[in-house]
């Protein structure tokens, strides 16, 4: 009985002290994570007047009906799921051929690892600074593409190469930090697996598709859940491409840069969190679907 | 009796001392901030030396000048909600109805006194900052838009005038597109800038208007259209204009200086960036061409106003009653970057400059102010959006203006 009390106490007390030294974390968390998230979902259902009188008025489910019928909603969805199905696989399988080069004996590895890793380290908003000129009318890009007599393009005017731009220099930026997680998962790998693979006689092609491969599996998860959860939040190039707009012809709005756009111009706050709601939504589902896909052949 | 004498006693020395500390706070220098954006250097350091005379004739007001330069009314909205404004800032007529209907600025009726001399101000800018018949901004410049056009260029293709009318201007730009031996041009004869506040004027020469009474937009009708199947066609029939991004410019004055375009309409900031940018360009300016028979163009403009919470309101007014004062605006007008706001100033330089100056000046008096209700900036971006499209042929005119304006009022509705 006194035992039993002790030991409460003991415990007691150490979930306290315990506590205590996450309060750092938690108030943090709390003002930063905790707060704005409840109230994004409280304030979704209400019709918000910031500017002058603040006024807050219950709209009900009004400004997720207005979803429906808000045009530019599903142009911007249907860009951004667009975005996300191209650059997602083309960056995942870029970052392994990149890792995979990397991880052979070949001359001057750390310099090209320096190289390819220059992009990532560099401010997106410089990079998309810098891609503009690549893609002006006049720009290397069209000088090369007309020195190899293909057709050159208006890369920042026509709206149906405008996405693609972007979809380029974010693969191209953002491949190299995925492809370091993929280096150091390539080192984890014993290298008696290998060794005992080629005693059996297995090709180079086997004993990538039978023993890399299978123990990149966690890696790769990891690399496609960021790699959609960074796409869906495509913001900073497509507002810096189009100056704010998402033109040409809606052509780069995406569903971020349409919540800035009712959040700070129009200053719909209640729509704008209704819209921030449905994007959370969205990533959820695609992760969880994601998520059961790799549970179903989990290697360990 | 005694002690409540001596704590009543005691109570008014209180008083006394905290009556006292406040006016010395009421003494000591006071700060208040003035916020805008910077559209060139030099502009700016004329205002930095405006703002330390001011300073050095009211000694006990110290002024904080502040650049916003990207996103300002963003940064200037959000700053309003957080109650941390600045206490004067720049604002652009087009965003003027917004702030006034939320009555986050402070009506200066009260403070006008009549030696300011508000009507020397032209009316159509101050109108564009009153509301109930509250003047909420005092206009700081203006310019319009007129014809800039490359003189070499007119020369070489034999055209000794400027086009009259738009008809003109269409005929002259074919001559002045000039290609190279592949058939791709790379001068063109006429500079676009495919946006809404380039266009207003456009859509109003066949009677069209932009907005409704109610604020709606209503653009999509066939007298506007007319209007601007003018620009459509011109782009897209006799392919004898370009917009900047076909050419790899940043700006249509970016075109101009190039050589890429031979004329262009532009306004008042554009004359001394040519100066100082294209030192080599030989251009003149012309009024802008009529369309339909009738004389048009745009005037842009803007204010200084006052931040409704502001705490030091009677220095504010002296700030911008200061920088508004016709003394200012004579030396802050020698730059060139726009027009002053004051008739009696611009008198002057109307018979000072006559040569570059003067088509801009004369666009004063039958220009459209860029300015239509609080719905304007939804109607902007739709607008745009769907224009680009039927400029680049994605879709008829008609269809793209009916999706701009549909969209733009469902937006409207479902935002009140």
């Not at chain 1, 290397?140 to 380029?168: E, Q």
């Not at chain 2, 706070?25 to 930095?48: C, H, M, R, V």
């Not at chain 2, 310019?143 to 201007?169: C, G, H, M, R, V």
């Not at chain 2, 100066?275 to 009024?287: D, G, I, R, V, Y």
Request: net charge neutral.
């Amino acid at each position: 009985m006194l035992n039993k009390t002790l030991w409460n106490k003991r415990s007691t007390r150490e979930t306290l002290s315990g506590y205590l030294f996450m309060t750092p974390a938690i108030v943090v968390l709390g003002i930063f994570l905790i707060i704005p998230v409840i109230f994004t979902i409280v304030l979704a259902f209400y019709r918000v007047q910031l500017l002058g009188e603040i006024s807050f008025r219950f709209a009900g489910f009004k400004n997720f009906v207005r979803m429906g019928s808000d045009e530019r909603v599903w142009i911007a969805l249907q860009n951004t799921v667009e975005y996300v199905a191209i650059v997602v696989p083309i960056q995942t399988i870029l970052a392994i051929v990149l890792a995979l080069i990397l991880n052979t004996q070949i001359k001057g590895k750390s310099w090209f690892r320096v190289a390819f890793f220059l992009p990532t380290v560099t401010s997106s908003a410089v990079l998309t600074l810098i891609f503009m000129w690549i893609y002006n009318t006049n720009g290397l890009l069209n000088s090369f593409l007309s020195f190899l007599r293909l057709p050159t393009y208006n890369w920042l005017g026509d709206p149906d190469v405008a996405l693609k731009g972007i979809m380029l220099m974010n693969i191209w930026a953002t491949a190299p930090l995925f492809m370091v997680i993929y280096l150091a998962a390539l080192q984890d790998i014993p290298e008696s697996l290998y060794e005992a693979a080629s005693i059996d006689g297995a090709t180079p092609w086997e004993k990538f598709w039978c023993i890399t491969l299978p123990f990149l599996k966690p890696v790769t998860f990891f690399v496609i859940v960021m790699g959609i959860i960074g796409t869906f939040q495509l913001f900073d190039q497509s507002y810096i491409f189009s100056g704010g707009s998402g033109g040409p012809n809606n052509a780069t709005l995406t569903i971020v840069l349409l919540i800035y756009q009712y959040a700070f111009k129009n200053l719909d706050m209640g729509y704008a969190l209704a819209l921030t709601l449905m994007l959370a939504l969205v990533i959820m589902t695609v992760t969880l679907i994601q998520r059961s896909l790799f549970k179903e052949e989990s290697f360990d | 009796m005694k002690k409540l004498l001596s704590s009543l006693a005691f109570s008014a020395l209180l008083l006394l001392t905290t009556a006292c500390r406040s006016r010395d706070q009421n003494e000591g220098t006071i700060e208040i901030t003035l916020s805008g954006w910077q559209s060139n250097p030099i502009e700016s350091q004329l205002l930095e030396k405006v703002i330390d005379q001011f300073e050095a004739k009211y000694p006990n007001i110290k002024v904080k000048h502040e650049v916003i330069n990207s996103q300002y009314m963003d940064v200037i909205k959000t700053r309003l909600i957080g109650d941390v404004a600045p206490d004067v800032f720049y604002l652009d007529a087009f965003e003027a109805p917004l702030l006034m209907k939320f009555e986050v600025l402070e009506p200066l009726n009260s403070y006008i006194k009549p030696e300011f001399n508000i009507s020397d101000f032209e009316p159509t800018l101050i109108n564009a900052f009153k509301r109930n018949e509250k003047i909420y901004g005092i206009p700081k410049d203006f310019s319009t838009l007129a014809l800039f056009y490359d003189q070499t260029a007119f020369a070489k293709a034999d055209i000794k005038q400027p086009p009259k009318t738009w008809n003109e201007l269409i005929q002259y730009s074919k001559k002045l597109t000039r290609s190279e031996p592949d058939g791709k041009p790379n001068r063109y004869g006429f500079g676009i800038t495919p946006e809404l506040p380039r266009q207003q004027f456009i859509i109003q020469a066949f009677g069209g208007k932009l907005v409704d009474r109610n604020n709606y937009a209503a653009f999509a009708t066939p007298e506007s259209l007319k209007g601007l199947q003018l620009v459509i066609e011109q782009y897209r029939r006799d392919r004898s204009s370009a917009q900047p991004s076909d050419v790899g410019a940043s700006s249509g004055d970016d075109m101009l200086g190039q050589g890429r375009v031979a004329m262009l309409l532009s306004g008042a900031w554009s004359i001394p960036y040519f100066k100082e940018t294209f030192p080599n360009l030989k251009f003149a300016t012309a009024e802008v061409p009529t369309i339909n028979g009738r004389k048009g163009t745009m005037a842009y403009t803007v204010a200084y106003v006052m931040n409704r919470k502001s705490t030091h309101k009677e220095a504010a007014w002296k700030l911008i009653e200061y920088l508004t004062s016709e003394a200012v605006m004579k030396t802050s007008g020698n730059q060139g970057f726009a027009l002053p706001s004051r008739r009696s100033v611009l008198a002057e330089l109307q018979s000072d400059r006559t040569s570059l100056y003067a088509p801009l000046i004369a666009g004063a008096k039958y220009a459209t102010t860029w300015q239509a209700g609080e719905t304007l900036p939804t109607i902007l971006t739709n607008f745009d959006n769907q224009f680009v499209s039927a400029l680049i042929g994605q879709q008829s005119l008609k269809d793209a203006m009916q999706k701009a304006q549909d969209t733009a009022n469902r937006e409207i509705y479902l935002s009140n």
